[in-house]
């Protein structure tokens, strides 16, 4: 019983820290690559085992930011035209992009993707869906996704 309520704490704790548990957007990434966990973990510089222990709440946080910056470099490479297509060459080269990186990580930024990044993302969404479109994707998303509904809110304004 004490496990459980463990489980749900850290649960709770990822949630405040990382928007959702770690278990969903790791599966998330998971799918999106079609790769296996093991496969993933060897990406994002965790062992197979960590990554378990944080994606079933056994643990609450990923203590190397190295790793967390990798998973958000992963996230944000989904939504680039290239690997949105599930093209096998652009998920293994996106795969292969962040597995080499070195991300550097300070207290007061994660330096993760530059501007050119962010507006090739923007550029893509606008091209799939209208300002009105994203803003009902967004509303849709809302607090279950937030970073995801925020993304789709500054995309939709930028029209």
Known sequence: MEDHKNVQRNLALQREWY???????????????????????DVLGISAPMLSQVMSGRRAK??????????????????????????????????????????TVSRDSLPLASADDEAR?????????????????????????????ELLRRAGKGR
């Open 121 to 149: 993302v923007f550029d893509f969404l606008r091209r799939a869906a209208d300002r009105h479109e994203l803003g009902q994707a967004a509303d849709v998303l809302g607090e279950d996704f937030p970073a995801l509904s």
């Open 19 to 41: 928007g959702e548990p770690l278990g969903d957007r790791v599966r998330r990434l998971v799918v999106a690559f079609n790769v296996s966990q093991a496969q993933l973990a």
């Open 62 to 103: 990923i203590g190397n930011p190295s790793v967390l910056a990798r998973m958000i470099m992963l996230e944000r490479k989904v939504l680039t035209p290239d690997v949105s297509t599930g093209a096998p060459e652009a998920l293994q080269r996106a795969l292969d992009e962040v597995r080499e990186s070195k991300p």
